[in-house]
């Protein structure tokens, strides 16, 4: 390829970037500028190309400029949170990433790639400053967070109330709490009743995604910034001090980056934290729950979860059972979320009917309790002046389902696939009408004793 039509393809890559890129040559001369970066900066290119950096960057402090650090002093700045005035006056913010390009010992160029985070800056400075109502008085506080205690939570399921077991004993303790269950199985409701029935009710509760933000600026919502820590900064409190005394809880921890796992770790050994760019430790009382929607032994092995981090944290461990594991809860949910949606729709259902409920029941519900409160919210949204659920309103496709549960004949065999099958359609029969043998059986076109011997059989207790 000729030197003219690499150049060319070259523009064009950089054309279709989102990233801003600005390349020096060794005399301090840009010679790349494109159009991401102009559009951030509002610099045409022609005033910038083939001119001296420092003559059209007047205002900017070489020992500031990254690319004069890097062409003078061959000095790399990885993911550096930069804030400044573009051309126009309006405050900018990038994730920034400048390096020399060196040949023989000799700088030859340096190369800037900017990252626009405006937005996602001024949403994070948003969060922090609307969470420092959680400073205001209980009573008022009580007015604005949704909060859910044991006693909002449904389910009568063996396994289930084991779980709420061991969050009751939770709540009576500061330990700090690893959560660990399927996308939609309620953990962060479990999360808030520890902390709202619990020692530190009077606290602040606060919540963060680690999977929202990246790594710049989820370390500055944690543990705050300090004014001059880096350019742009300004003196703010991170979640922790906000929750200072409560609760924090950390929502796909594996999500956080591997290095601020490491920092976190440090915080939660020592008990205080450095604001970003700070130097004063500051005393904090927080207590961590932790969530994950993946066995945490396996997010180890995938290098998603530091095991020094997971072990200081797993002091109380809870496993929430899917949904397809508490079938009795089924019904008893799907009532709750009717009551509830009857009141956001203005719509008056009374009951499921028999169709609709076998419909329910049959379901593998991937999605777990939010995917059932959507499939009930979608008919009763759906739903004209009737007051009874039926079949055609429950919009999911029950179609071999049941066989996908969690069963494979290649390595159980084939009987033991079967005697599987078989005892969770008759559990599935049985929740669908309420332990009742009778309309079971009919229900299964079998015998009333014959049902009553495959109970004994599976070995299914009839609660």
């Avoid at 190369?111 to 400053?129: G, R």
């Amino acid at each position: 390829m000729k030197n003219k039509d690499y150049n060319k393809v070259m523009q064009n890559i950089l054309r279709l970037l989102d990233e801003g890129v600005h390349v020096l040559d060794k005399d301090g001369n840009s010679i790349i500028y494109n159009e991401a970066m102009s559009s951030l900066e509002k610099m045409e290119a022609k005033d910038v190309l083939k001119k001296p950096f420092a003559e059209v960057f007047k205002n900017l402090d070489a020992k500031d400029s990254t690319l004069l650090q890097a062409l003078h002093n061959k000095k790399s700045t990885i993911n550096k949170n930069q804030t400044y005035l573009n051309k126009d006056g309006k405050k900018i913010t990038t994730i920034n990433t400048t390096v020399p390009i060196i040949e023989n010992d000799e700088v030859v160029a340096a190369v800037e790639v900017a990252k626009n985070i405006t937005e996602i800056q001024e949403m994070s400075n948003t969060i922090l400053e609307l969470r420092k109502e959680i400073e205001q008085p209980y009573e008022i506080k009580e007015l604005k967070i949704k909060k859910y205690r044991f006693n909002n939570l449904v389910g009568k399921s063996s396994n289930f109330k084991a779980v709420i077991d061991i969050a009751k004993k939770a709540a009576k303790s500061s330990a700090s709490v690893f959560i660990y269950g399927e996308t939609g199985t309620g953990k962060e409701l479990i999360a808030q009743s520890i902390h709202f029935d619990g020692i530190r009710k009077n606290k602040p509760f606060l919540a963060q995604n680690c999977a929202a933000l990246p790594e710049t600026l989820l370390e500055g919502i944690l543990f705050g910034t300090a004014k001059g820590g880096f350019t742009g900064a300004v003196d703010r409190a991170g979640l922790f001090e906000q929750a200072n005394g409560g609760t924090l809880l950390l929502d796909e921890i594996n999500s956080m980056p591997y290095e601020l796992q490491g920092k976190l770790l440090r915080v939660l050994q020592e008990d205080y934290i450095r604001r970003v760019g700070g130097s004063r430790d500051i005393p904090i009382d927080v207590r961590i729950i932790a969530t994950v929607n993946e066995k945490a032994e396996n997010l180890i092995k995938q290098g998603k979860l530091r095991k020094d981090l997971y072990y200081r944290i797993n002091i109380i461990p809870i496993d929430v059972p899917p949904l397809r594991e508490r079938k009795e809860d089924i019904l008893l949910l799907a009532d709750k979320f009717i009551d509830k949606h009857n009141q956001r729709y203005n719509k008056n259902v009374w009951m499921l009917s028999d169709k609709a409920k076998e419909k329910l029941m049959g379901y593998n519900y991937p999605g777990n309790v939010r995917e059932l409160e959507n499939i009930i919210m979608a008919a009763i949204s759906m739903i004209d002046d009737e007051n009874v659920l039926t079949d055609k309103h429950i919009l999911i496709d029950n179609k071999n389902n049941l066989a996908k549960i969690e069963y494979d004949f290649t390595e159980i065999g084939v009987d033991k696939y079967l005697e599987n099958l078989e005892k969770e359609i008759i559990l599935n029969t049985l929740a669908t009408y309420q332990n009742n043998i009778t309309k079971s059986a009919e229900h299964l076109k079998i015998k009333r004793q014959t049902l009553q011997h495959k109970i004994k059989k599976h070995e299914i207790k009839l609660n």
